[in-house]
């Protein structure tokens, strides 16, 4: 029986600045609003094309404007799917505008997946890319919900599919009334923001709900100095994909504090290095491979990478020996990890400028939260140096999972504390160390990764008993998923076979790249639940007997 108590608690310090406590729609608005007529707020590193503060502000007040006109507005959902471009953050904000929900999806998705995502949310209005639009055109023909397509990125006109940038061209000519419109007026705690795809500490991947408020205590962590550079006139270089979390708040928080977003739509070795070089790229935030990739490929010494101030790496853990290597090879002592999660709002721990020496931590706890490290067994909060489960609570965690109540109240401890799923500790000092990771989640290169959403595509194969799925450790890329396969009786199948197989059904971030063992049995407790642990050490056998 665990009895809850919240006698070890951290708190983060005071915010540096008064607490903005304003909607995101009025703070982008008056933003916007202010900002330089000229000044670019994005750039396409690819194309060299732009998108300037006093556009992007016109584009989103012509399309609140229409959304409204069409009858959306205060808690409508909305989704989005899309490669990075420089349209996309014109819904979001629009979104914000008007009290409507946005629901991100992950272009590289399946159909099948797709349909899994975009049914936890029923969005009525989808904006998508020309890339992925043949898709959610067949959906929308297969599912009920969704009334309009609007293609992002594209002039051409199909039956049925409205041009974003057509539509925004029109009506700034021959328009007037978008000029009049304001922002909603609701309190942030009043509003949500985004449903947020997330597989939690298990399972499918849930809607995660975020309110107003969560985003705006993010932004007050932007703008204060303790953590990054807030200068006017620096370059941060956007490759993280904008419908993750990550993705998403960073560069949200980049515009908020008018740093130019030099954008990327895919990773290249080449362009990578030379777009920081070419566009003096001052900020870094990346996932782990990236900063792998900076620290130990030979191309990096062709490249002038001066311009590099600060490396912000999150997603997943960094390892000490790079950080070390990335020092030496940027020449920086900025290179900064933080910890977070969907269900949080991204970071909860951060470290502050001059803690940078470090190494391995993931920093404090941020302004305006707490945190426990609790016992999963007992329920009771530990001390220091002990590990244990780490848990959050405080304004930036999220309401709960979209329209999933029991998943929700599996996620909070009784006494309302969000179960992160992931195992740490910190020191003497505050500082926290991420250990290892209770929940089942696998984390490839940024992307969750569900093994029991892996486990149910596997069992459709005709020649699979059962199976276990679980993460293999990857410098590389954080974690790569891992089957253990039982074969039905008397029938012949190869790794190849099962890999193809599940590669068919899912996108590219969840295919078996750690491979296929085939064994008698799963490992499984009384009550039927997989003992991951265990094929874990299944694992490390097999590898010691090569």
Known sequence: MTIEDNVHILTGPEPYRPFLNTNLGQLYYDLLSKSKVHYDAMVDAQTGKTLSYKDLFEYTLILADYLQELGYGKDSIMSISSE?????????????????????????????ELSHCINISKPKVLFCSEKVLNKFQKLKGELGFIK?????????????????????????????????????????EDLKSFIMCSSGTTGMPKGVLQSHLNIVVRLNHCRDPR??????????????????????????????????????????????????????????????????????????????LSNVLELLCGAAPLGKNIQEELKKRLKIDTIAQAYGLTEA???????????????GSSGKVVPLMKCKVRDPDTGRSLSANKVGELCFKGPMVMPGYYENLEATKATFTSDGWLRT???????????????????????????????????????KHPKIRDCGVVGLPDELSGELPLAFVVKRQGVELSEKEVVEFVAKSVSSSKHLRG?????????????????????????????NKL
């Not at 057509?166 to 978008?178: F, I, Q, T």
């Not at 093994?451 to 596997?458: M, S």
């Not at 499984?524 to 590898?543: A, D, M, T």
Request: hydrophobic letters at 40%; glycine letters at 6%.
């Open 345 to 359: 709002t991204l970071a909860v721990t951060l470290l502050e400028r001059n803690q940078y020496n470090k190494q």
């Open 227 to 304: 953590y990054s550079r807030v200068d006017k006139g620096l370059r941060v270089l956007a490759i993280l994909p904008f419908f993750h979390g990550f993705g998403l708040l960073t560069n949200l928080g980049a515009m908020f504090n008018q740093i130019q977003i030099i954008m990327m739509n895919k990773f290249n070795e080449k362009n990578f290095l030379e777009t920081i070089q070419n566009y003096k790229v001052n900020l870094l935030w990346l996932a782990p491979p990236l900063a792998v990739f900076l620290a130990k490929s030979p191309l990096v010494k062709n490249y002038d």
């Open 421 to 459: 799923g992931d195992l740490g500790y910190y020191d003497d000092e505050g500082f926290f160390y991420i250990v290892d990771r209770l929940k089942e989640l696998i984390k490839y290169k940024g992307f969750q990764v569900a093994p029991a959403e892996l486990e149910a595509v596997l069992l």
């Open 84 to 112: 990075n471009n420089l349209q996309f953050f014109i819904p979001i904000i629009s979104c914000l505008y008007t009290g409507s929900i946005m629901a991100p999806l992950n272009h590289n998705y399946t159909p099948e």
């Open 515 to 543: 491979g296929v063992i085939f064994i008698n049995e799963i490992p499984k407790n009384p009550s039927g639940k997989i003992l991951r642990r265990e094929l874990k050490k299944l694992f490390n056998k097999c590898k």
């Open 148 to 188: 309009t397509i609007i293609v992002i990125d594209s002039t051409k006109e199909c039956y049925g599919v409205i041009s974003l940038m057509n539509m925004l061209k029109e009506r700034r000519v021959n328009m007037s009334k978008w000029r009049l419109f304001k922002p909603i007026e609701d309190r942030p």
